[in-house]
């Protein structure tokens, strides 16, 4: 009952947090509260023993595996200096400033400050992608604090422990063993990762080994395996290895893991909520409330100090601006790893009969609380205020490599509109590329892909290819997930209708249903001529000029864009003329005189420069 009462409060909380635009992990760790001992009494984390272990170590596996699935190294090679430093060079900075902080601000003795410093060092994905999202910032800082949260999380969890076990030690050995352990432990988690992303991308390239549709829990299952087995052989090796292991299934594996990446993002979503609401209701209010001032005091310095020296020290000579560092300074929340970390301290500290482990935990989960809420709410004000915010409404993004996606293009950029096209046919996209245009080459319904679009920012997808299940689909996606602010759909008439469209906002592309591959067919014999047409108004009072085209006249003309001052859009089911209008048409070359004919009894005057 704990259990399912904590995954259905989770996703409750996901969900409220979504429609309040606040940070989730702030609404579980308030639901965590209310419903645990110190509130309702209702999620009682203690009933489930050394199964909570267990529940943590599974739901961190697959976040991190997830986490590791969504890093290119396309992305990584765009500012490798940095992230090196960071997760290197920058996690020592954090340890040091944290534990001299919380050594003169709490009056902690040096072994606590210690092991709380070394809590402190990771960030985590589970808070920086959902926030990056909502922001988005400049390509290379996401890339930046992206690489940093994921790889951080194994590198500070490792030194954590090391420095736990260094801490309650009687063996000694000094800060060089706790090193020669810290890199040992890295080492195996690597190999690890790397045995284990092996065995996932062969057995994802093999056809015939895992039976169709059960490619998703058997690569969870590896997943899970992975992270064992790195701890297996090195305590806490295991957050590494699946990491490794997700970045190389993901960079390897490329055409058979979209439908294994969104399984697993759904999944990390379920589990996020589960082991923050579990966790936060293992926290006592009074942990948290008996740090005062000092508490407050030592959040302060974690952002306004600590975390500054660690961006400076780190991107010395890195050709990043001021405005960006500061912005690297300023986002940095802590995650589900810090709290279950923290957690397992603890109860470390309780069985050996040490003091300390409840204000450590406490101090942990404010900073969580606190970072988390307070970057996660002004970190769209910052991005603003540094300029490092990616501009929105530039650009289209069009599905389709096709000559009518083409021509498309090149009515667009003729008003100063930049497009991206995406296809999955190779000699498409080398035509595409030829004639100046930018492409991009793989499965559009593919995370990376649209995510290298960067639909969010541009000013509306189009969906234009033969397939109407396919364009609709893509233009869900982009609307739902990328939040995309407009979608045009091409139509053909077949199983999709207007309505279908209309429930996602979107709006028919050509203003009708549209024969693309016809047009598209016509376009590459040399078939349809492009000409722009002046609307000057209606000659006759029975023409009608107004979209859409009636189905007799579609075969032989189609209006693809239009111009009106200096802005230049799609034509969609939307549009009406107005006089001074300048739209393109494709024409049936066999059947031009007709089409001509049709145009000028409808008003249109053919431009002199077409």
């Not at 020669?180 to 190999?191: A, Y």
């Not at 064992?228 to 957050?239: F, K, R, T, V």
């Not at 407009?486 to 249903?513: C, D, N, Q, T, W």
């Not at 239009?562 to 024409?587: F, H, N, Q």
């Amino acid at each position: 009952m704990t259990v399912a009462i904590a995954l259905l409060a989770g996703m409750a909380g996901q969900s409220l947090a979504y429609h309040l635009r606040l940070p989730g992990i702030v609404i579980l760790i308030l639901f965590g509260v209310l419903l645990g001992p110190d509130g309702l009494r209702i999620v009682d984390p203690s009933s489930l023993g050394g199964g909570l272990h267990v529940i943590v170590g599974f739901a961190i596996a697959v976040i991190l595996f997830e986490a590791g699935m969504s890093l290119e190294w396309k992305q990584l090679r765009v500012e490798p200096p940095t992230i090196r430093r960071l997760v290197t060079l920058g996690a020592v900075v954090t340890w040091i400033g944290a534990s001299l902080a919380a050594k003169w601000l709490m009056g902690w003795d040096t072994r606590l400050a210690v092991l709380f410093g070394s809590l402190v060092i990771v960030t985590g994905p589970t808070v920086v992608s959902p926030l990056l999202r909502r922001i988005r910032v400049r390509r290379n800082l996401q890339t930046i604090l992206e690489a940093e949260s994921v790889f951080i999380d194994a590198i500070g969890a490792i030194i954590a422990v090391v420095a736990f076990d260094a801490v309650f030690s009687t063996a000694g050995g000094g800060i060089l063993a706790a090193a020669v352990n810290v890199v040992t432990r890295l080492g195996i988690g690597v190999l690890a990762g790397v045995v284990g992303g092996g065995v996932m991308v062969l057995l994802l390239r093999s056809r015939r080994l895992i039976p169709a549709g059960m490619e998703k829990v058997f690569t969870l299952t590896l997943a899970w395996g992975t992270f064992q087995a790195g701890n297996a052989l090195s305590p806490d090796s295991g957050i590494l290895a699946v990491i490794v292991a997700g970045i190389l299934v993901t960079n390897v594996a490329q055409e058979t893991t979209r439908a294994v990446r969104e399984s697993k993002e759904q999944l990390s979503v379920m589990l996020v909520g589960l082991l923050f609401v579990l966790l936060a209701a293992q926290v006592r209010l009074s942990e948290v409330t008996a740090l005062g001032t000092r508490g407050i005091a030592m959040v302060a310095a974690l952002m306004f100090i600590v975390r500054p020296l660690c961006v400076l020290s780190c991107t010395v000579s890195s050709g990043i601006s001021g405005r960006e560092k500061a912005f690297l300074s300023w986002i940095a929340p802590r995650g589900i790893v810090a709290a279950s970390v923290a957690t397992l301290f603890y109860e470390g500290m309780r069985a050996r009969g040490v003091e300390g482990g409840e204000a450590a935990r406490g101090l942990v989960f404010l900073v969580i609380t606190s970072t988390v809420l307070v970057q996660g709410l002004s970190g769209s004000m910052v991005a603003g205020w540094l300029g490092v915010r990616r501009p929105r409404g530039q650009g289209y993004v069009i599905l389709g490599g096709n000559p009518l996606a083409v021509e498309l293009a090149r009515a667009l950029k003729s008003g100063g509109e930049e497009s991206v096209l995406i296809d999955a046919n190779p000699s498409l996209c080398g035509e595409v590329e030829a004639k100046g245009f930018r492409v991009l080459h793989g499965n559009a319904l593919d995370e990376r892909i649209m995510k290298r679009a960067e639909i969010e920012s541009r000013r509306a997808v189009i969906s234009l290819l033969p397939n109407d299940g396919v364009n609709l689909l893509f233009a869900r996606r982009a609307v739902d997930e990328y939040r995309a602010d407009r979608v045009y759909v091409a139509m053909h008439g077949g199983a999709i209708k207007p309505a279908h469209i209309s429930e996602i906002r979107g709006r028919v592309l050509f203003g009708s249903a549209a024969d693309v591959d016809q047009w598209a067919s016509r376009l590459g014999r040399g078939e349809a001529l492009v000409e722009l047409w002046n609307f000057a108004g209606v000659p006759d009072a029975r023409a009608n000029p107004t979209m859409p085209v009636p189905k007799e006249a579609r075969a032989n003309v189609m209006p693809i864009a239009i111009a009106r001052g200096a802005t230049v859009r799609p034509i969609d089911d939307r549009y009406e003329p107005k006089k001074g209008d300048v739209v393109t048409w494709l024409l049936f070359s066999r059947k031009e005189d007709d089409a001509r004919a049709w145009l000028r009894a409808r008003g249109w005057v053919r431009d002199s420069s077409s």
